[in-house]
């Protein structure tokens, strides 16, 4: 696991940070431009020195100002894929992807050549030069350059920042396998809410240098006070669920004790699928609607209203999860809306990864 | 056009001294421009100013500066002479390290220019991916450089080729040891009736500079593609 505690004076700016990284699968470091996320990525690789601080890897420190320990940045075993790749040109794409390889301790290389091209799908490009190759299949060689390396943690840093939005939707998928098959744990950078929902597991909210919230990406996402401003109506709840079954053109996705009922989709039964459903498309009601167009209706009792400006935000849980919507105040007075109250909620739409451009498009448009 | 044995031999010489010069001149260039073009060197302005100390000055004074280092009274002379039998002033190696001190500033500035054009970020790439400095200089500084490489290479063989002042003051005017083609050129202008010869030898300069010009141009190429640009 890593956790870190730095603190760097930069010019005017100061940072100034705290966290813990999950011990398996994505944290996503998420703020604005100039909240030090970059800053805190380089720490941990080791380009950047703190003035002050602690950063351990699985236990073992990397950084101690107390103890004057600073490993050098090649013998942090941490692998780093850059917003533009960087790859040697000098070096066809196999040179690329082998360099960090022949460079890893012998006796610790579970992550296998063969493994990482067939996942990353670029075992026809071996030969080609990085400069024959398009900005997609660049981030997709430095991945496999950089997990080839064995890391202990892989560092990325807005990986699809410089990618426009179909080349972006191309890469995706790819991230996502970096999880069920290798294991690295990831430390992700990004200003992207869409991506940060639809990658994250762990997500820790960085503003001027400081981090301003820690916790699972579910959590996260339902504080309209942590999300950028003007992604006001992109708050939402991600819902992990699993694919239950298939009947006709629609699918079912069990949340905990909700079934979601979606377009038909192309995964196995029992598959891990993440929902993101937008406040704004939540309505509430007090008894069962009838005869409604909308396919899915769930039951759960409000767990907390909070007013803000122009809009109510209110949140509806069910066995541990948590939906939630924003309605205006006087539907709130008039239905007389209140904690422990039982209500029903109306989903008009749902937002789901590998559907019509899923979650990403959802959260773009 | 035919050759006297002792323009061949003029010609022999020159290429000798220059391909010496290089041998020796160029891995120190190389080395010097790498450490240059970092920018947070400790020094670096000093060794700047050393590097250049040839390009300014007369090359008669650099000539002297080696007679009194490197002559056989001279400290660092003195003590090649006697641990190692080697002597340096007025021989064939001394013309070759008098040629080669004056092309050094010409070869560390294509060099340097060379290494500061490679990207910073591709260093801290392979930082991350576990490469210490030496690895990275090896594997990644010098083949990206590899077209500078071999621009200082060229620049340097031609500008030993035409060194006069330095070659001549440490050196002397040898004929089939120190007396390179400009040498040569110089002794048959002072020969009565050495004219036709002086012509002759500056019109085979004038052909060796094609070809390294040429050979400079394929060279450029190969080390273009050899850099991934």
Redesign the interface.
């Known amino acids: 696991m890593l956790k870190v505690e730095v603190k760097k004076r930069l010019g005017a700016f100061t940072l100034d940070a705290a966290f813990e990284g999950a011990e398996q699968g994505i944290t996503v470091l998420f703020g604005p431009s100039g909240a030090g996320k970059s800053s805190v990525l380089a720490a941990v690789a080791g380009a950047l020195k703190p003035d002050a601080g602690r950063i351990a890897l699985n236990g073992d420190p990397l950084f101690d100002s107390q103890a004057r320990i600073d490993i050098p940045m090649e013998r942090r075993r941490i692998g780093w894929v850059f917003q533009d790749a960087r790859l040697f040109p000098h070096l066809s794409v196999e040179g690329n992807l082998r360099f960090g390889l022949k460079r890893a301790p012998a006796g610790e290389r579970p992550i296998g050549f063969d493994e990482v091209i067939a996942v990353l799908g670029i075992g026809r490009l071996l030969e080609r030069r990085p400069r024959d190759l398009s900005g997609g299949e660049r981030q997709r060689v430095g991945l496999g350059r950089a997990l080839l390396s064995q890391p202990r943690l892989l560092l990325m840093d807005e990986p699809l920042a410089a990618l426009d939005a179909p080349r972006r939707h191309e890469i995706l998928p790819f991230f996502e396998a970096l999880k069920t098959r290798f294991g690295v744990p990831v430390l992700y950078v990004t200003h992207s809410l869409a991506e940060a929902v639809r990658l994250g597991d762990r997500m820790v909210v960085m503003r001027d240098g400081k981090v301003a919230a820690e916790g699972p990406v579910s959590e996260i996402v339902l504080r309209p006070d942590l999300m950028p401003a003007g992604a006001g109506g992109q708050i939402g709840a991600a819902l992990d669920g699993e694919v239950a079954g298939h009947e006709g053109l629609l699918s079912t996705i069990r949340v905990g004790g909700w079934d979601f009922r979606v377009p038909r989709l192309d995964r196995r039964p029992g598959a891990a699928v993440r929902l993101y459903v937008l406040a704004r498309d939540v309505m509430l009601a007090l008894e069962p609607p009838r005869r409604i167009s909308a396919r899915n209706v769930l039951e759960g009792e409000i767990t907390g209203i909070e007013s803000e400006d122009r809009r109510v935000l209110v949140r509806v849980a069910h066995a541990g999860r948590e939906l939630i919507a924003t309605l205006t105040p006087d539907a709130v007075e008039d239905l007389g809306l209140r904690s422990g109250l039982k209500v029903w909620a109306v989903v008009k739409s749902v937002a789901i990864d590998g559907l019509n451009g899923g979650l990403l498009k959802a959260l773009e448009d | 056009m035919s050759l006297t044995p002792e323009e061949w031999q003029a010609l022999a010489t020159s290429l000798a001294v220059a391909g010496r010069a290089l041998l020796f001149a160029l891995p120190l260039a190389v080395l010097t421009a790498w450490l240059l073009a970092r920018p947070r060197l400790p020094g670096r302005f000093a060794l700047n100013a050393l590097a250049h100390v040839p390009l300014v000055l007369p090359p008669v004074v650099v000539g002297y500066a080696l007679l009194l280092l490197f002559g056989i009274k001279g400290p660092i002379g003195h003590w090649l002479f006697q641990t190692l039998h080697i002597r340096l002033a007025f021989t064939g190696a001394g013309a070759a390290l008098a040629a080669g001190v004056m092309a050094f500033p010409l070869m560390v500035r294509a060099l340097r220019l060379a290494f500061e054009a490679i990207?910073p970020?591709?260093d801290?790439?392979?930082?991350?991916?576990?490469?210490?400095p030496l690895?990275r200089f090896l594997?990644?500084s010098l083949?990206?450089a590899?077209p500078g490489v071999a621009a200082a290479a060229i620049v340097g063989f031609a500008a030993c080729l035409g060194e006069f002042g330095a070659v001549i003051t440490f050196a002397a005017n040898v004929p089939g040891e120190t007396q390179t083609l400009p040498l040569a050129i110089y002794a048959a202008l002072q020969t009565p009736g050495g004219d036709a010869a002086a012509l002759k030898l500056s019109l085979l300069s004038f052909a060796i500079a094609l070809v390294a010009l040429a050979l400079s141009e394929v060279l450029a190429r190969r080390a273009q593609t050899?850099?991934?640009?």
């Open positions: 990207d970020g591709l801290v790439a392979a930082r991350s991916l576990g490469a210490g690895d594997h990644v083949p990206l590899a050899l850099a991934g640009r």
